[in-house]
């Protein structure tokens, strides 16, 4: 995922539903401005902790992503539900810059076509851009 959403220093990206964080302390090699979004808050409270021993620099919400602004993503990575993405599709892609990817594990959003799909052991993972 890392690698398809193209991470690097100037980008920030979101993870949706970012659990305890792991995709999100991956990325942190690439640098950038990384946070993520969880609604289980002890996922949460596990992540920020990690993020405090490792001296990281990613945000930890604990919230609903719909009701953030994430309108400044360069790079969007999710593992939602079908129902969601749809969701996703229909409230927040349309309020994304031009040019942003959405990099999307086991889900695709159906009502959009994807630039690539990547079949990563049994994972799939799909890759838009606005």
Known sequence: MIELGKLDSSKTVYELGCGDGRVLFWAEKSGGKLIGYELIEPLVYWARLRNFLRKGNIQFH??????????????????LFPGVME???????????????????????????????????????WVYEK
């Open 87 to 125: 969701r996703f599709f229909e409230e927040k892609y349309p309020r994304l810059k031009k040019g942003t990817i959405i990099v999307s594990h086991g889900f695709p959003m159906l009502s959009l076509e994807h630039k690539k799909k990547e079949i990563v052991g049994r994972a799939k993972i």
């Open 62 to 79: 604990s919230q609903d992503f719909f009701k953030a602004d994430t309108d400044d993503a360069d790079v969007i990575l999710c593992y």
